[in-house]
C-alpha cells in the first residue's frame, strides 16, 4: 500500500500557512496596519473554510451520523483530524483480513504497440485511502489558487511599498509560494489521472521535478508581473485583474452555450439549484487558476465528467503566446511609469530576468510533455508536432494568400492565352521579313 505522502505534505502546508498568516496579523496589529491586516486576515480563513467544505462535500459527512467530525471541522481542525484517520487507517492495514474487497481493471501504457489490461484487488481500507489523497489533493488546489496566490501578491506588494523584508514575511512569502506550486502540481496529477482514468498511472520522480520547475518559473513570475504593475497603477491593476478573472470564469459557460446542450445532470443527488453553485465554484476556481498559471485540468461542463478529456495543444499555445505578451507589456508600463521607489533598481534588467524565467517556464513545460508525461504514448503527436501544427494554423492564411497571388496571375494569363484565335496558315511562303513583322491593328 502506497504510503500517504500527500496528505502529509498538504495538511503541513495548511498549518504552517494558517500558523504564519495569524502570526503575521498580530503584527500588522499591533503596528496599527488595519487594511494589512483585514486583508491577510481574508485571504488566510477564506481558503481554510473552503477547504472545510471541500473535505466534507467529498466526504458525504452530512448524510452521515459523525457530529464530532462536523464539529472538528467547524473549528477549523478538519484537515488535521483527516490526517490522523488517514494514517491510523495505513497502519492498521494488513493486520486484519478484510472480508470484502473489489476487483478493478486498468491497462497497462502500451509497450511496442501493445497493451494489456491488468486486475487489482483494493480492498477497503486502500478504497479509504484513495478517497482522502483525492480530497487533498482538491483541498490543496483550492488553498494554493483562492489563498495563497492572492496572499502572496498582497504581501509582496507591502513589501515593496515599505521597502522592506522582515523574517516573518519572508517565510510567509516562501509558504505561499510553496503551496502554490504544489497545488500547481497536484493540479497536473491529478488531470492526468482524470484523462487517462483506463490507464495504469506511474508517474516518475523527474515527472515531479520537471513539473515543480516549470510551474516555480511561471508562478513566481507572474505574481512579480502583476506586483510591479500593481504599484505604479494602483487603479489600472483592478481592470487587468476583472478581465483576466471574468474571461476564463465565463469561458466554460460560453463554450456550454454555444454546445446547446441541455442543463447538466453530472452530480447525483442534488438539485438544479446544488449544481448550478458547485458548477460556478468551479468555474471560479478555474478561474483563480488561469489567473496565475495555465490550468492542466480543462472545464467542460456538457461533459458527463466536467472535464475535456482531449489534449488540445491549440489552446496551449494560444495561452502562453497572449500571457507573454501580457507580462511583456504590462512591464513596458512599469517601465515607463515607475517611480523613485525603484531608483537603486536596474530596470531593463529586471525586465530581460523575467521575460527569461517566463520562457525557462516554457521550456520546462515542453521538457515535460516531451519526455517525462507518463502517457506521452498515447498522444497523437507529440508536443513539437503539435506547436508546430498550431503555428502552421496560425501562419498559414498569410502565406496561403501571399502564394495564391502569383497562381492567380499565372491561372489569368493562361485564360488571356486560351481566348486568343489561331489563325489559319497561309499557303504561299512568306519572306522572313513578313515573319519577323508586328502585325498590325488593321
Not at 61 to 68: E, G, H, S, T, V
Not at 186 to 210: F, G, M, T
Request: charged share 15%; proline share 5%; with cysteine.
Amino acid at each position: 500500500m502506497k504510503f500517504p505522502g500527500s496528505v502529509l505534505v498538504s495538511v503541513f502546508l495548511f498549518v504552517a500557512e494558517t500558523v504564519t498568516a495569524l502570526y503575521l496579523s498580530s503584527t500588522y496589529s499591533s503596528a496599527g496596519d488595519r487594511i494589512w491586516l483585514s486583508l491577510t486576515l481574508l485571504f488566510s480563513l477564506l481558503p481554510c473554510v473552503l477547504v472545510q467544505f471541500t473535505l466534507i462535500f467529498i466526504h458525504r459527512d452530512l448524510k452521515r451520523d459523525r457530529p464530532l467530525v462536523l464539529l472538528l471541522h467547524l473549528l477549523q481542525l478538519g484537515p488535521l483530524i483527516r490526517c490522523v484517520e488517514v494514517f491510523c487507517i495505513y497502519f492498521q492495514a494488513g493486520r486484519i483480513e478484510e472480508p470484502y474487497v473489489s476487483i478493478t481493471k486498468k491497462r497497462q501504457i502500451p509497450k511496442n504497440g501493445l497493451t494489456e489490461e491488468i486486475e487489482k484487488e483494493v480492498g477497503r481500507a486502500e478504497g479509504k485511502l484513495c478517497t482522502h489523497r483525492s480530497a487533498f489533493s482538491r483541498a490543496s488546489v483550492i488553498q494554493a489558487f483562492l489563498g495563497s496566490a492572492p496572499q502572496l501578491t498582497l504581501q509582496l506588494y507591502i513589501s515593496i511599498l515599505q521597502q522592506e523584508i522582515t523574517i516573518g514575511r519572508s517565510v510567509f512569502m516562501a509558504l505561499s509560494l510553496l503551496s502554490i506550486v504544489y497545488g500547481a502540481l497536484r493540479c497536473n496529477i491529478l488531470a492526468i489521472k482524470i484523462k487517462y482514468d483506463e490507464y495504469e498511472v506511474s508517474v516518475k520522480p523527474a515527472a515531479y521535478l520537471c513539473i515543480f520547475l516549470w510551474r516555480s518559473f511561471e508562478i513566481a513570475t507572474r505574481v512579480v508581473v502583476l506586483v510591479l504593475f500593481s504599484s505604479v497603477l494602483q487603479i489600472w491593476i483592478l481592470p487587468v485583474v476583472l478581465l483576466n478573472f471574468f474571461g476564463f470564469f465565463f469561458y466554460p459557460w460560453i463554450l456550454f452555450w454555444r454546445s446547446r446542450s441541455p442543463f447538466p445532470e453530472n452530480i447525483k443527488a442534488m438539485s438544479r439549484m446544488g449544481t448550478t453553485i458547485v458548477l460556478c465554484f468551479l468555474t471560479f476556481l478555474y478561474a483563480g487558476i488561469n489567473m496565475f498559471c495555465w490550468s492542466a485540468v480543462q472545464l467542460k461542463i456538457n461533459s458527463p465528467d466536467l472535464i475535456n478529456k482531449s489534449q488540445n495543444w491549440y489552446r496551449l499555445s494560444v495561452y502562453y503566446m497572449l500571457r507573454f505578451i501580457e507580462n511583456a507589456f504590462l512591464l513596458l508600463l512599469w517601465y515607463i511609469y515607475k517611480t523613485d521607489i525603484y531608483m537603486y533598481v536596474c530596470a531593463p534588467l529586471l525586465i530581460l530576468k523575467l521575460l527569461i524565467a517566463y520562457c525557462t517556464a516554457i521550456l520546462f513545460m515542453l521538457v515535460f510533455y516531451q519526455f517525462f508525461h507518463p502517457c506521452k504514448k498515447l498522444f497523437s503527436f507529440n508536443i513539437t508536432q503539435g506547436l508546430l501544427s498550431c503555428f502552421r494554423c496560425l501562419c498559414f492564411p498569410c502565406k496561403r494568400q501571399r502564394h495564391s497571388d502569383p497562381a492567380e496571375r499565372a491561372d489569368l494569363k493562361s485564360q488571356d492565352d486560351s481566348e486568343i484565335p489561331i489563325q489559319p496558315q497561309k499557303s504561299e511562303p512568306q519572306s522572313r521579313n513578313s515573319q519577323l513583322s508586328v502585325p498590325s491593328d488593321s
